[in-house]
C-alpha cells in the first residue's frame, strides 16, 4: 500500500509513488523544483526528515527541510552570500510562485558572494497553517544561463545574460545582475558604452 498525499487536489501527486522523490533530489542536482513537486513536499513534511540544526557549507544540490518556529536561524549555513548596501543583511529577492492558477509558495532566493552562480532558495507555504516548513535548496546554476558554455560568467555579453535570464522568466536575476553591474564592474565592452549613453 503507498502512502497517501495530502494536497493532492492542488499539486496532482497523489501517493509518495507518484511523488518519486528519490528522483526528484537526484534531478535537484541539476534542476530547479518545480512548484508542484515543492508544494507536495511541503505539505507532506512529516514523510520526511526536518532538520533541527543549519547544515555548514551544503553543496550544490542540496535540499534541506527546517521548521522555521524552531530554527529561525535556519539561514546561517556557513555560505557567504551577497549583501545589501548596508554590507549586513542578506540581499534576498522574493517571489510568489503559482501551483495552477493560484499563487501558493513564497521563495526567496540569494546568491553567493564569492560564486555568483551558486543560489540558495528557500520555500514556503503561503498556507498559514504550514508556512513553518520550509524547503531550503542550493544550486550551482552556470550551466543553466544560455552560452556559458562559450563563455565563462564574468566575459559572457550583458545582453545574452539578461537574454537568458529574461528567456528563463527569472527576471529577478536579471534585476540583481544589472544593479551589480552598475554598482561594481562592467562585464563587457558593450554594456560599458550602453551605460555611458545613459
Known amino acids: 500500500m503507498y502512502k497517501p498525499l495530502e494536497g493532492s487536489e492542488i499539486h496532482g501527486f497523489h501517493t509518495m509513488q507518484d511523488l518519486d522523490v528519490d528522483t526528484i533530489m537526484e534531478e535537484a542536482k541539476g534542476r530547479w523544483l518545480r512548484p508542484k513537486e515543492i508544494h507536495a513536499l511541503l505539505y507532506n513534511y512529516k514523510y520526511f526528515t526536518i532538520h533541527v540544526k543549519p547544515v555548514n557549507l551544503p553543496p550544490s544540490g542540496t535540499i534541506v527541510l527546517f521548521d522555521r518556529k524552531m530554527l529561525r536561524n535556519f539561514r546561517k549555513d556557513g555560505h557567504n552570500w551577497k549583501k545589501r548596501k548596508d554590507g549586513k543583511t542578506v540581499k534576498e529577492s522574493h517571489e510568489h510562485l503559482k501551483v495552477g492558477d493560484e499563487e501558493r509558495i513564497d521563495v526567496y532566493y540569494a546568491h553567493?558572494?564569492?560564486?555568483?552562480?551558486?543560489?540558495?532558495?528557500?520555500?514556503?507555504?503561503?498556507?498559514?497553517?504550514?508556512?513553518?516548513?520550509?524547503?531550503?535548496?542550493?544550486?550551482?546554476?552556470?550551466?543553466?544561463?544560455?552560452?556559458?558554455?562559450?563563455?565563462?560568467?564574468?566575459?559572457?555579453?550583458?545582453?545574452?545574460?539578461?537574454?537568458?535570464?529574461?528567456?528563463?522568466?527569472?527576471?529577478?536575476?536579471?534585476?540583481l545582475d544589472f544593479d551589480e553591474i552598475k554598482e561594481k564592474s562592467v562585464r563587457s565592452d558593450a554594456l560599458h558604452k550602453l551605460l555611458a549613453l545613459t
Open 112 to 175: 553567493g558572494e564569492d560564486s555568483p552562480t551558486f543560489v540558495r532558495r528557500c520555500y514556503w507555504l503561503l498556507d498559514k497553517s504550514l508556512e513553518d516548513i520550509v524547503l531550503v535548496h542550493y544550486r550551482e546554476t552556470q550551466e543553466a544561463v544560455a552560452g556559458a558554455a562559450l563563455y565563462t560568467v564574468e566575459k559572457m555579453p550583458y545582453c545574452l545574460l539578461m537574454d537568458a535570464f529574461a528567456k528563463a522568466g527569472r527576471i529577478e536575476d536579471a534585476k
